[in-house]
């Protein structure tokens, strides 16, 4: 597990769990305007042989998490959120380059993702780490029909973070 200090708690980054889906969902309610529902994380964790998640928990809770599909020779980040309470503290990065390098064990070279074309800080984060925007999906968000920016990155071993040896099967 990667630890940090942040606040007075101890942070890791771990499997998420079937036991973490109300921290999750928290997070997930407090981050986005349509929020995933309980079912879309569990089919996640337990349906989708491709799909592999991690939490951020500070021992008391969870704080932010993060997902990735992992299809043949590439990784499609499916989201990451931090809770608002925790923002500014480069959670979110340490969440994608966790992301990042539980892909690079695997062999897997690049990366995707789509972000609302307003997001400016999150682009701003996908930008640091390598993403280049590449393309526009027009209204693919349902709640307000605002388009995404397709992103891709190849990964290299700048991005990896130590991470605990489970995290990376």
Same mark, same amino acid.
């Given at each position: ?68 599909? /992992? %299809?043949?020779?590439?990784?499609? +980040?499916?989201?990451?959120? @931090?809770?608002? *309470? ?62 995404? /920016? %397709?992103?891709?990155?190849?990964? +290299?071993?700048?991005?990896? @973070?130590?991470? *605990? ?5």
């Amino acid at each position: 597990m990667t630890n940090l200090e942040l606040s007075a708690h101890p942070l890791k980054i771990r499997k998420m769990t079937l036991s973490d889906l109300d921290g999750v969902l928290e997070v997930e309610h407090r981050s986005f305007t349509a929020p995933w529902s309980r079912q879309a994380f569990l089919r996640e964790l337990v349906d989708n042989q491709f799909a592999r998640y991690i939490v951020a928990d500070d021992v008391s809770r969870v704080i932010g998490y993060a997902g990735v599909w /992992l %299809i043949l020779d590439e990784g499609h +980040v499916t989201n990451i959120a @931090v809770d608002p *309470d925790y923002r500014g503290q480069h959670l979110g990065e340490l969440l994608l380059r966790s992301l990042m390098t539980i892909c690079l064990a695997r062999g897997i070279k690049r990366m995707t993702l789509e972000v609302r074309v307003s997001n400016h800080v999150a682009k701003a984060l996908y930008e640091k780490l390598g993403f280049v925007g590449v393309g526009v999906r027009k209204g693919y968000y349902t709640d307000n029909r605002e388009d995404a /920016l %397709i992103m891709w990155t190849d990964l +290299v071993d700048e991005h990896r @973070v130590e991470l *605990d040896g489970g995290l990376l099967r």
